[in-house]
């Protein structure tokens, strides 16, 4: 079993459209909860961070982090075609350097 | 401007012949880290230095080598790649490696072992 569980989709959605992106895992020492996008022929960057359990709020994207169900998620509200691209959780115990990726969920949102 | 180079940008080439990609950030970050990504298994961290001369293995490290003699460059040496390292590779950079240290990526190497 994977540490880090993330649907690989794609997600299709319409222009407008709430969008949620989910990943779980299984290591209960990671604090550090972190979502990249990645568009096409680009490296990932950074979108979100939260640490511990609890929301966070960034214009139109929320994470959120439920420590006890060992599960997070990313929302965006009234999703743009530019943000179609490849969402990609990540997780450390801030312990280390090791830096823990899901899979990555492709998402196209069409006009 | 503020970024991290990685060259060469594609490679091909074949079983057995060492290579190096080059990694190099201007941001004098003290962490630096490298990654292959694989349809299917996402990201997977190789190497990961938390500062000069500290370098530390990721989950992958197999068939990998890394040496961090200066602050600014990381590069990473495959002494005799074989085909099952054909991959995207990423190199990245970020201040510290807590949470609120956002890493910088470069844009990727493609290589390609036959």
């Known amino acids: 079993q994977k540490e880090v569980e993330q649907d690989p989709g794609p997600l299709s959605v319409p222009e407008g459209a709430i969008v949620s992106l989910n990943c779980t895992y299984s290591?209960?020492?990671?604090?550090?909860f972190m979502w990249y996008r990645q568009y096409s022929r680009k490296g990932p960057e950074l979108l979100m961070y939260?640490?511990?359990?609890g929301n966070k709020e960034d214009g139109r994207f929320t994470a959120q982090v439920d420590k006890s169900s060992k599960y997070i998620s990313l929302f965006i509200r009234d999703s743009q075609p530019s943000d179609s691209a490849t969402y990609l959780c990540?997780?450390?115990?801030?312990?280390?350097?090791?830096?823990?990726f899901g899979q990555g969920t492709t998402l196209q949102v069409k006009p | 401007e503020a970024q991290v180079t990685q060259n060469p940008r594609y490679l091909i080439t074949v079983t057995g012949k060492k290579l190096t990609v080059t990694c190099s950030q201007n941001?004098?970050?003290?962490?630096m880290s490298w990654y292959r990504q694989d349809p299917g298994l996402g990201l997977r961290q190789i190497y990961y230095?938390?500062?000069?001369?500290?370098?530390d293995k990721g989950d992958v490290p197999e068939g990998y080598k890394v040496s961090r003699k200066e602050k600014r460059n990381f590069p990473l040496i495959l002494e005799s790649p074989s085909p099952n390292q054909t991959s995207l590779y990423f190199c990245?950079?970020?201040?510290?490696?807590?949470?609120?240290?956002?890493?910088?990526f470069g844009n990727g190497t493609r290589l390609t072992v036959t």
């Open positions: 990245a950079s970020s201040q510290r490696s807590s949470y609120n240290s956002p890493l910088h």
């Open positions: 290591n209960s020492a990671f604090q550090y």
């Open positions: 939260t640490y511990s359990s």
């Open positions: 230095s938390m500062n000069v001369e500290v370098t």
């Open positions: 941001m004098n970050h003290e962490y």
């Open positions: 990540a997780m450390n115990n801030g312990n280390t350097g090791k830096l823990i």
